[in-house]
């Protein structure tokens, strides 16, 4: 026996999905990732309020903040912070993802702006987003209709991770579903949170701030040309002449990005545009980032409320929320936000740029207090809906919605053979179906026909009466696509029939001997086994030359196959020698002190590398061939576990990246199988029961125990879905999916069985 493992990987989070009980799981974690105070934007307010409420309404959920922060400017988070991502900087958008994976999170909530991130349109929060595996909920606080080349890229793979999409507008909903093409059932609409105070205290606080006896329109946030300060400025005049107490309030400090790019000078254009107007004693400037409780009790000291922004699609505006919460009659200029919340005479509209409407409208609120009057409480009114506690009350229903449990289901006593049957017909099997229905435009292939051919010697007695006349159809596909006059197989046919290529891929090959091997010593007809060996014996030649490490693999574990019934089969000795030797000299060049492995990337199909090398160890008698393939398959085990103890199968995202850990999506059935067969050798060469348990819990990502909770495979009729995306099931039940299904159901009960 060969002893190398350290089973501390393994005791941690064996049986996973049986110790998931729901008492364990009382209690949930929320990754929120956004800005953060003291920065001084909006976003950073928004995401401290949103802390705040839910912690108010769910006192038992853990809320985690990774906050970001700008490149060019320190700034020190307190301790609520668990982590810190930097703008621009790839590496600690990773690290971010190594955390939250690390704290189990189960739901990861982002608040999106093109411009918080870094990179071209913000893409540096793709580095984040693509590591994390918990469902991912995303509020977008921008929604383009006209989005550029970068930014339609970056909200189409947002879109394609996102569990639930947030918005604060039904123009924001109508562009996801109209322009992004976002599921309906993937977009939720929640109003942006606002606070909770009494109606109608303006005079108690206007001495706080100078303002008494005066008539105060206010206009609040972070300064920038694009809020159209001007046009109040130029609408001043008119203002003053009729009303002469009239004020206009200007609150909030430059904006960090212009500050940085031309100091001060839009404020003291500004400045000099009142002096030039001579209303300069009619404005207020208050250049500050105000801490929230004073900024709240400003906006109840003013009167009307003024946004005259210039650009048409802005879909969400905090600051429009918060007057409107606190009874300001406004005004605004007719952007997507201003348009819904101020319908049916919730407040009043004026062209853009229009700094006589501007006028004209405060004019003749201030000269008629009943109108004014009617303005603040219709305003208070629409906003009851929209408070701190309803929003958190919303925030956590969906948090709750969304939210995994992993959950696991029994090794079924036997698997039906339906969604096997629907996918073949008298040329072989489909390879893809849409949902459960055949697809023909893709037609057949030889890998899946190999793994079918390979099935048909493991069905029980019940399935193989229903299907067993299959058999002979996947062995003549097989026999087709030998290709004598190339010495190599085909892979893909049309359903016409129509063979597509000359020579199929090396992993396609080696997968065909694999098969070709597995029915020699299987099959149950004699017949079969004949045709099989000298169909082998005759392709194995071409196997000397592979260079893919898994078409080596492949048709080592089918020269197993053929040395367990003739230990002294020349081909197949020679293909296996060759291939340890291969496999070994790979796994020595690409391997480094946290990396053991064949290469410098993942791939698909990962375990049967380390099997072929087991495999190959023992029926060699070669103890380094057998210690790589035991290291290499603990080394793939470990990456394979979730924080949480369920099982991870490499996601396809992940394939090419030299170096990295997996990503999380997409997850696809072929892993389990392979798992469970890696599994069963490990314990043939170790004894150790742990095998099993590593076994169990890769089968159990069938029945529920996953990163999505959701059932993969239908015991009761042997089909399978395609996978699990971030969003959740791969719908569709193509051939390799239930292929591997049924293998890993027959794989796992045997090895149950013989463990005992």
Excluded at 50 to 73: H, K, Q, T
Excluded at 482 to 504: A, I, K, S
Excluded at 748 to 755: A, E, H, L, N, T
Aim: overall charge negative.
């Amino acid at each position: 026996m060969y002893e190398t493992l350290d089973r501390t990987s393994f005791n941690e989070g064996q049986e996973a999905c049986q110790t998931l009980r729901p008492e364990a799981l009382a209690t949930a974690r929320l990754a929120l990732v956004g800005g953060f105070l003291p920065r001084r934007c909006g976003i950073a307010t928004f995401t401290a309020d949103i802390r705040s409420s839910l912690g108010e309404a769910a006192p038992d959920l853990a809320v985690d903040v990774y906050a970001m922060a700008p490149a060019a400017v320190p700034t020190i988070f307190d301790r609520v912070v668990r982590g810190v991502i930097t703008e621009g900087d790839a590496a600690s958008f990773v690290e971010a993802a190594r955390q939250i994976e690390a704290s189990r999170a189960d739901i990861v909530w982002l608040q999106h702006e093109f411009g918080l991130f870094g990179g071209l349109a913000g893409d540096m929060i793709l580095e984040l987003v693509d590591r994390v595996s918990a469902p991912l909920i995303i509020t977008l606080h921008t929604v383009l209709a006209e989005p550029d080349a970068d930014q339609r890229r970056v909200m189409d793979r947002l879109i394609a991770r996102a569990t639930k999409l947030v918005v604060m507008s039904e123009r924001s909903r109508d562009l996801l579903r109209t322009i992004y093409r976002a599921d309906e059932e993937q977009i939720a609409l929640i109003a942006h949170g606002v606070p909770d105070r009494p109606f109608g205290r303006a005079s108690q606080f206007k001495p706080r701030f100078g303002f008494e006896g005066k008539g105060v329109a206010l206009t609040f946030g972070l300064l920038s040309p694009g809020k159209g300060i001007e046009a109040v400025i130029e609408a001043l005049p008119a203002i003053v002449e009729d009303h002469p107490d009239f004020l206009y309030c200007i609150a909030g400090a430059t904006h960090p990005n212009l500050l940085a790019h031309e100091g001060e000078a839009y404020r003291e254009r500004l400045q000099a545009l009142a002096v030039s107007l001579g209303v300069e004693v009619h404005v207020r400037w208050i250049d500050a980032f105000m801490e929230t409780g004073e900024l709240l009790d400003l906006i109840e000291a003013a009167d009307i409320y003024v946004t005259p922004y210039i650009g048409a699609q802005q879909s969400t505006s905090g600051t429009l929320s918060y007057a409107m919460a606190l009874g300001k009659a406004v005004i605004s200029t007719p952007y997507v936000h201003a348009v819904e919340l101020l319908a049916d005479d919730h407040g009043v509209l004026v062209p853009f740029n229009d700094s006589g409407a501007i006028a004209n409208e405060i004019k003749y609120l201030l000269g008629d207090p009943e109108r004014l009057l009617t303005l603040q409480k219709r305003a208070y009114a629409r906003s009851r809906d929209m408070i701190w506690p309803v929003f958190a009350a919303r925030t956590h229903a969906l948090i709750e919605e969304n939210r995994v449990v992993p959950k696991a289901t029994p090794i079924p006593d036997r698997i039906g053979v339906e969604g096997l049957l629907r996918i073949c017909d008298d040329t072989g099997i489909l390879q893809h179906s849409i949902h459960m229905i055949p697809d023909r435009a893709h037609g057949y292939c030889v890998d899946d026909n190999a793994r079918a051919l390979m099935l048909m010697h493991r069905l029980d007695d019940d399935a193989l009466r229903q299907c067993g006349q299959l058999t002979s159809v996947f062995a003549s596909f097989v026999q087709h696509a030998w290709n004598t006059d190339r010495g190599e197989f085909r892979n893909f046919m049309g359903f016409g029939r129509n063979w597509l290529e000359d020579v199929g891929s090396e992993d396609s090959c080696g997968r065909t001997l694999w098969a070709l091997g597995a029915t020699a010593r299987e099959a149950r007809d004699p017949g079969l086994r004949q045709w099989a060996r000298e169909l082998f014996e005759r392709t194995a030649p071409s196997a000397l030359e592979y260079n893919s490490p898994r078409a080596i693999a492949f048709a080592m574990l089918g020269a197993d196959y053929m040395l367990s019934g003739d230990p002294r089969h020349g081909p197949a000795n020679r293909i296996l020698q060759r291939g340890a030797d291969r496999l070994l000299a790979l796994y020595n060049a690409a391997a480094r002190p946290d990396w053991h492995w064949f290469e410098p990337v993942l791939a698909y199909d990962n375990c049967r590398l380390s099997e072929a090398m087991l495999r190959a160890g023992v029926r060699l008698e070669r103890a380094d061939v057998i210690a790589c393939g035991v290291e290499t398959l603990r080394w793939i085990n470990d990456v394979q576990i979730s924080p949480r103890g369920h099982y991870r199968p490499v996601g396809s995202d992940s394939f090419g990246r030299a170096y990295e850990l997996p990503q999380p999506f997409d997850q696809q059935p072929l892993e389990i199988w392979a798992a469970i067969d890696a599994a069963s050798a490990a314990y043939d060469v170790t004894g150790d029961d742990i095998w099993l348990a590593h076994a169990r819990r890769a089968y159990e990502w069938f029945g529920g125990c996953n990163d999505r909770g959701m059932i993969v495979g239908d015991a009761l009729t042997g089909t399978s879905k395609d996978g699990i995306n971030p969003r959740g099931l791969n719908l569709n039940e193509g051939a390799e999916s239930v292929l591997a299904y049924q293998h890993a159901t027959y794989a796992i009960r045997d090895f149950v069985r013989q463990v005992g």
